[in-house]
């Protein structure tokens, strides 16, 4: 005999729409408490979940709060990644200007890219929003809903925040990597890399978090380190020393050299205070030391300086540990005769998965 609970569940596809809401307001803290209950039926309550994300909004609200906790699971995962009539539909929807629950579905596709199957959205073509973007790939769309989005520009009622760690997931697979590295035709040729590298400071933590991480994933590229060492393509390194700098006074010896960017730098600039985001910044740096070309860069321009201080006023002993490693590396006298190195070992296990978004 259904327990209560799981009356309530199957109301989720009642023909009434006060039921339906009353059903999945009801249901929002049981989707995290226990979500075997949404898994009966051969996943009958997602079903139900994936067709109430075009219900009325309250409804839609709380269907897709229940999908981003539901999403955790990796049978849930993999049934929601592989539907391309659901993905089209959560496409649909956060490129429209007046979707009210953007961010929302910004949230589950970053859960969705925990699976490889949603790594298609990379070549997957579709019309574009007028208003958005003048691409036909999605990836292009989505990329110009982070960028024209922020702060609620294109969508009053969405920042799209949380499609950096969605990107971030992206950069993980090469052909993502491929993707952030080049130009792109319908975008006057400029690299997505350098859409995203200008929020290292943004006032949103979730953004620079995201972005911190997109930019390593793609460093493990390490073919790619010209093309984002060089000044006239990604520009990466003032993006990625600044945030680990704060407003230390250095000596003539330790400016000379430095890059332009980072001099002369205003007596309230603040070092990047959330801890993972530094640490992640230093681990970027650490890859950007794989080939004697780059370290030999990095030396050039006085990085060594720069993670002293970082090391000399961060408190976290994880910020002094990577501080340590990229010292090491820097410090060390070069071999008379190397190679351009590849990935190491010791880089590939800083590879990390976000965790799985939950509300």
């Known amino acids: 005999m259904p327990s209560e609970l799981e009356d309530l569940v199957s109301f989720l596809h009642h023909g009434n729409a006060q039921i339906r809401q009353i059903a999945a307001e009801n249901l929002v803290g049981y989707s995290l408490s226990q979500p075997a ?5 051969q996943l009958t309550p997602i079903q139900d979940l994936k067709l109430l994300v075009r219900d009325y909004p309250l409804i ?18 993999g049934h929601l ?46 019309t574009p929003p007028k208003a958005l973007s ?3 790939k999605a990836m292009d769309q989505l990329m110009d809903c982070f960028v024209k989005g922020a702060e609620g520009t294109y969508n009053a009622k969405a ?14 697979h090469p052909e993502g990597r491929t993707y952030f590295v080049t130009p792109q035709a319908h975008d006057s040729d400029i690299i997505p890399l350098t859409k995203l590298t200008v929020f290292t400071e943004h006032k949103s933590a979730i953004r620079r978090r995201g972005v911190a991480s997109t930019i390593k994933n793609v460093t493990f590229d390490v073919e790619s380190h010209p093309k984002l060492f060089a000044t006239d393509e990604v520009n990466l390194l003032p993006y990625l020393l600044l945030p680990i700098m704060g407003s230390e006074e250095y000596d ?3 400016t000379d050299g430095m890059l332009d960017d980072l001099q002369l730098l205003p007596p309230d600039k603040e070092r990047e205070k959330d801890v993972e985001i530094l640490k992640t910044h230093l681990e970027t740096l650490l890859i950007l030391t794989t080939t004697k070309s ?8 006085k990085v060594y300086p720069i993670i002293r201080e970082t090391h000399l006023h961060a408190e976290h002993e994880d910020v002094h540990d990577a501080c340590d490693r990229v010292v090491q590396v820097l410090a060390r006298d070069e071999p008379e005769e190397e190679g351009e190195a590849t990935v190491s070992k010791e880089v590939e296990e800083m590879d990390e998965d976000e965790e799985i978004i939950e509300v």
Do not use: Q
């Open 37 to 41: 209950l949404f898994k009966t039926g």
């Open 60 to 77: 839609a609200k709380n269907a897709l709060d229940m999908l981003i906790n539901l999403s955790d699971d990796p049978e849930v995962l």
């Open 81 to 126: 990644a592989k539907d391309d009539k659901f993905l089209e539909t959560l496409l649909l929807r956060i490129t429209n200007v007046k979707e009210p629950h953007a961010n929302e579905i910004a949230m589950l596709l970053a859960n969705l890219a925990k699976h490889d199957g949603i790594k298609r959205v990379l070549t997957l073509e579709r």
């Open 134 to 136: 003048t691409s036909r």
């Open 159 to 172: 920042d799209f925040d949380y499609l950096a760690y969605f990107f971030a997931d992206m950069a993980k």
């Open 252 to 254: 003539d010896d330790d």
């Open 294 to 301: 780059g370290r030999e860069l990095l030396r050039k321009i």
